[in-house]
């Protein structure tokens, strides 16, 4: 053969293009590409047992490195298992190539066994779809590549088994690919039209997103500029909270703080690089918003000034416009708001939490907050622990949370660990996972013992899908099917091999959590933890928590905030005296 296979030249293009990894299942088609990365140095097949797991850790590689990672799945039921992952990949915005293999072409329409058609399959969740032929190679894999990178999304390379064991139709040519979208700068117009907004209004509030990741700085120089309260959206949690003498917290369903308040009473809310979905927490009028994806301006809200631009990018093309701000009250106002709603609730459900039974679940996430490194990575499960990371976790713009914050997934945290701890194995990495989550895709467990990978994996076993107690609870629906059976954990992953500590006492709760963290290798760490401790001031009613849920301006869920009452705390005695 004068060019290598379609599988060999696919598998080295990847190495070369920095691939580490190929997260899988093998089976029947895909087995010339597995064969190819066995043959292949510098690359490896990571087994998963599940494939939807294989998309949801290189899901997770790609939100810590930033760079493309790669899943597989054999034909048929190989490829419809990779779709949970994938749509937590791309709405995510992480590049993520699947490989999905297909059955042979000469079965293709004829109802052949596991036939399936990929093409149509992952339309919705990826940006790039193709079935390839050798004719197509390599030139249709480098537009894979290019489209996951450059639209920061999935694309799926479909390819029937007698395609990845031909010859491919080309030779391998090196080609050098580009990383992703380069920074936006704003056009002068739109600037200027956002400098007379913020000028003209007599009081700001910026409310920020993952979009403002790389523009710390400049946000805290607009803030100061205009003397502008700063309030996030769970995405610009991680990027913006940390060192922050502006912020008022959080707003949605899991919020707190004045940001709400904040974000309503201001003449002028400025969006940054969010496209917080929940419009009913938006005021809805006088809103200017910047983004570097123009598809997102004025999709949650109508807009006075619509700026096409990275944040950073834009705030520095802008601070020079702005007529200085003086008066301080609006400001001073909001962080004295902010700084009493935090006292009010910060003990209200860690108090006498010691000798709580069952475990306090805000409890754990409070101390794990305390004892986990400064850079950890916490991945979090769909349901209450996305509500303890809100709460409880202290970023500081090293750390980082991965959840499946958009597309909603289930059983995400521990798959997610598994992708952050193969692209780092020497960084701390804590799978916070629910009951729930965990027995999902429980066979991730041999996963990690496999790979020998020290996740930590930190379990709230409350017996039950308690975010839908919750939600039941809100709805004024009779709870149903939300309990489980009471289950050892501990003892499943023991019977896998891996280190297990079952913690009942919440009088060890410290000192279980600093022990598995400082053990090498994986550790479950199991906390029976209470249920109907479901952050709801006990007081109330469920209309009353409706209520609180569309007026938004407390929030459904009054649980405890941990450190964040510090920083309120600090930032208020920060305020100049006159
Ligand atoms: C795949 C999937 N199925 C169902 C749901 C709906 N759902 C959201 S949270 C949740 C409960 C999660 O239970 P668990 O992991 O035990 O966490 P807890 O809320 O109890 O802490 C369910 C069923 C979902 N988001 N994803
Ligand atoms: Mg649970």
Redesign the pocket.
């Known amino acids: 053969m004068a060019n290598p296979t379609v599988a060999e030249q696919l598998i080295r293009m990847l190495r070369d293009a920095g691939v580490e990894r190929v997260y899988g299942v093998v089976g029947d088609s895909l087995n010339p590409v597995v064969d190819a990365i066995r043959r292949t140095d510098g690359i490896e097949w990571v087994h998963v047992h599940n494939e939807e797991a294989g998309a949801f850790a290189a899901a997770a590689e790609a939100q810590v490195t930033g760079r493309l990672a790669v899943c597989a799945g054999s034909c048929g039921p190989g490829n419809t298992h990779l779709l ?1 992952g994938l749509y937590d990949a791309q709405r995510s915005g992480a590049p993520v190539l699947a490989i999905a293999s297909h059955i042979q072409t000469a079965e293709i329409g004829t109802g052949f066994f596991q036939e399936t058609h990929p093409e149509r399959t992952f339309q919705d969740c990826s940006e790039w779809c193709e079935v390839v032929t050798p004719a197509q190679m390599p030139r249709a894999l480098r537009v894979a590549i290019q489209t996951a990178l450059g639209r920061r999304g999935v694309s799926v390379l479909v390819l029937p088994g007698d395609v990845a064991g031909a010859e491919s139709g080309n030779p391998t040519v090196p080609s050098v690919v580009a990383p992703g979208p380069s920074r936006v700068v704003p056009p002068p117009d739109q600037v200027r039209a956002l400098a007379d907004a913020l000028n003209a209004a007599r009081t700001v509030t910026l409310f920020c997103g993952a979009g403002t990741r790389d523009a710390h700085a400049e946000v805290m120089q607009l803030a100061e500029a205009v003397l502008a309260p700063v309030a996030h959206a769970l995405g610009g949690k991680e990027w913006i909270q940390h060192d922050n003498p502006y912020d008022v917290g959080m707003s949605g369903l899991l919020g707190y703080g004045a940001a709400h308040k904040a974000t309503h009473e201001a003449d002028l809310l400025l969006m940054l690089g969010t496209d917080f979905p929940y419009a009913n927490f938006l005021p809805q009028r006088r809103t200017a918003q910047v983004d570097a994806d123009p598809v997102r301006l004025g999709r949650r809200t109508p807009l006075e000034v619509a700026v096409v631009g990275d944040v950073g990018e834009t705030i520095r093309a802008v601070l020079p416009l702005l007529e200085r701000k003086t008066d301080r009250r609006f400001l001073d106002g909001m962080l004295r708001e902010h700084a009493e709603s935090l006292e009010k609730v910060v003990g209200a459900y860690t108090r006498q939490v010691e000798t709580m039974r069952p475990i306090h ?1 805000e409890w754990v996430a409070a101390q794990l907050d305390d004892l986990a490194a400064d850079d950890a990575v916490f991945t979090v ?5 996305n509500v303890w990371a809100a709460r409880y976790l202290t970023p500081n713009g090293r750390r980082r949370v991965i959840g499946s914050f958009r597309h ?4 995400n945290a521990l798959p997610h660990a598994i992708g952050a701890q193969l692209a780092d194995r020497s960084r701390q990495v804590v799978s916070m ?6 027995a ?1 895709l429980m066979g991730e467990l041999l996963t990690v013992r496999l790979h020998r990978l020290p996740v930590k994996i930190v379990l ?1 076993n ?1 017996a ?7 939600e039941m609870m809100v709805d004024g629906i009779v709870e149903f099917g939300t309990d ?1 059976e009471a289950t050892d954990f501990s003892a499943i992953a023991r019977g896998v091999g891996i280190d297990a500590i079952r913690v009942e006492d919440p009088a060890l709760v410290r000192e279980s959590l600093a022990d598995g963290l400082s053990r090498p290798g994986p550790v479950l760490m199991e906390f029976v933890t209470d ?1 109907n401790a479901l952050s709801i001031p006990p007081a109330i009613t469920a209309e009353q928590i409706k209520g609180f849920a569309l007026s938004a301006s407390k929030t459904i869920l009054g649980g405890g905030v941990g450190k964040m009452v510090d920083l309120a705390r600090a930032n208020l005695r920060n305020i100049p005296r006159p």
């Open positions: 949970q679940p499960d769909t349901g209450m622990c909603g997934s289930m059983a996972s629910g009951d729930g989550g965990l999902m709230f409350n039950s899908l308690g975010m839908v107690k919750l489980h249920a």
